[in-house]
């Protein structure tokens, strides 16, 4: 018979690894792993596109290259795969460090600039043209003009790592938003730890999110709504998107001066909530 009760035990372990400097290290291995690894498998994509360059810009019967290995494309494969793994690792130790309800986005956007860099590094020593303007045919000398998609294509060394590029400031801008917007929640939630009001809330409904493959339906979170009465008797209610799936108690923390205020009120779904577990107005 165990004598600690879970919900405490899982509080407990949560709070003890939030600041822990194991996971700060972990977290900054990881995302230098990720980095290497965006970079390799943004390096093999540009060898890739360089295969549909040329043969959109030269004959077919162009032989030039055709003695070096794939390399590059199969070593950008393995890059990719050490990025999704990487990356996930970052995250995790990212927010279990930090105490937050879900990663970061700040590993995706290091690892999508890295692969921008390799693309642009990998463009660099793309394949000229054997005539600018003619598909050169070397063996039976059937030359044809270029058209549309091959003077696109004859120009991929400048506008596919510029069009990257702009992707990856668009990513930053967006990863820079969400930090602003998670700080400031981040403010107000232990601001109201501090001197808010915690109180008990009414699961009035739960709706669950259901997902679904070829294997069948699971349930994968909900959408919970709870209801709480103010410092002057008012009830109020509040939806918040959960992953969890099984939910017995609610409790709410709330501004007594804003109390209608939603992005003020924090709704926990656990007996013994940990920081993490507050969850914000959407």
Known sequence: MNTVDPERARHDRIERLRGDRRLLV?????????????????????????????????????????????????????????????????????????????????PAVLVFAASTLGVWESSRSWLPPLAVGTAVDPVFHEDEKWGFWAWLMYYADRWVPAFLFVLTLLASRYAVQVSRRYAEMVRTRDRLLRSGRRVPAEIVEVKLRLAGDESGTRVVGADVTVSFADLAGIRRWATRRTRETTIATAEVLFDPAEPADDKKIFVALRRHPALSDWLPAA
């Open 26 to 106: 972990g977290a900054i291995l990881a995302s230098a792993v990720a980095l290497a690894c965006g970079f390799l498998a943004g390096h093999g994509f540009g060898e890739l596109f360089e295969q549909f360059r040329t043969m959109a810009i030269d004959s077919i019967f162009d032989d030039r290259g055709d003695a070096e290995p794939p390399y590059g494309p199969v070593w950008g494969t393995f890059g990719f795969l050490g990025c999704l793994a990487a990356t996930s690792l970052a995250g995790a130790a990212t927010r279990r460090y930090q105490g937050r309800p879900s990663g970061s986005a700040l």
